[in-house]
């Protein structure tokens, strides 16, 4: 079966309208936020992520500062991997055990501190439908990439129905409406196990103007995909 996750990053205060169109639609979601942002984009207090986590929206951890763990010290590392999830667990209320790479920045080393810490990570690899659990891989970003980017991918990740589907959509039709495509043809082939995960930031759908777009996306999910839509916390299930 066809599995679909919706997840945010950044803890921006626009994440409020994410989560108010993901309970508007009923469609479930994972935001993964952190304590602060050092480049200096702000984050919802500990106070909004509480009000708007239950229901459909879930937390996981992205770091304290939002800092690319690569870049940092073996004790920076650490200390931005237990910091962040400390402070998500005293704003949420309840234990955090998934987290989401900055940048999608890591290699070997911190992989396993992460793995420590965390029972799944997320990355910013797009174009896959299988993940290598722990790690969990992305299937679209929720960008104007282009069908260009999602053909390179699709060749680089070896997934054949997504170079299928994307090779179809050349020229033809834009990045959104061949993510809708896959999404309609992917669920209605109920044999194959995959898992669909959507990704991206509400900063960048409002730079984009792409809240229409998702709320139209969300209007489709809610109605002849919503068998398919999952909670990210049982991503271990099937997995
Ligand atoms: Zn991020």
């Known amino acids: 079966m066809t599995r679909l996750f919706f997840t945010w990053d950044d803890g921006h205060p ?20 952190p304590a602060a942002n050092a480049e200096g984009r702000p984050v919802l207090t500990a106070g909004a992520l509480r009000g708007i986590c239950g229901g459909n929206v879930e937390a996981g951890a992205h770091t304290y500062r939002h800092r690319y763990l690569t870049e940092l010290q073996p004790g920076e590392v650490t200390a931005e991997l237990t910091d962040g999830k400390k402070y998500l667990e005293d704003a949420i209320g309840s234990p955090v055990e998934h987290f989401c790479f900055p940048g999608g920045r890591y290699n070997r080393q911190i992989l396993r501190e992460t793995l420590r810490i965390y029972k799944t990570a997320r990355t ?27 053909l390179y991918h699709s060749c680089r990740n070896r997934e054949g ?16 409406e061949f993510m809708e ?8 082939k109920g044999e194959e196990e995959r898992d669909v995960i959507i990704w991206g930031h509400s900063w ?13 996306l969300l209007q489709l999910v809610s109605g002849s995909l919503r068998g398919c839509t999952a909670k990210y916390s049982q991503i271990y299930i099937n997995g």
């Open 14 to 33: 626009d994440d409020l309208r994410l989560a108010a169109l993901h309970e508007k639609y009923g469609v479930p979601c994972m935001l993964f936020v």
């Open 181 to 188: 495509r896959y999404l309609t043809s992917a669920a209605e």
């Open 124 to 150: 910013a690899e797009i174009m896959r439908t299988r993940h290598r659990f722990p790690l969990v891989d992305t299937t679209f970003h929720f960008f104007p990439r282009g069908w260009r980017s999602a």
């Open 161 to 176: 129905s997504l170079l299928r589907a994307a090779l179809q959509s050349c020229g033809r039709r834009g990045y959104f």
């Open 204 to 216: 960048e759908l409002t730079e984009r103007r792409l809240w229409g777009q998702l709320e139209r």
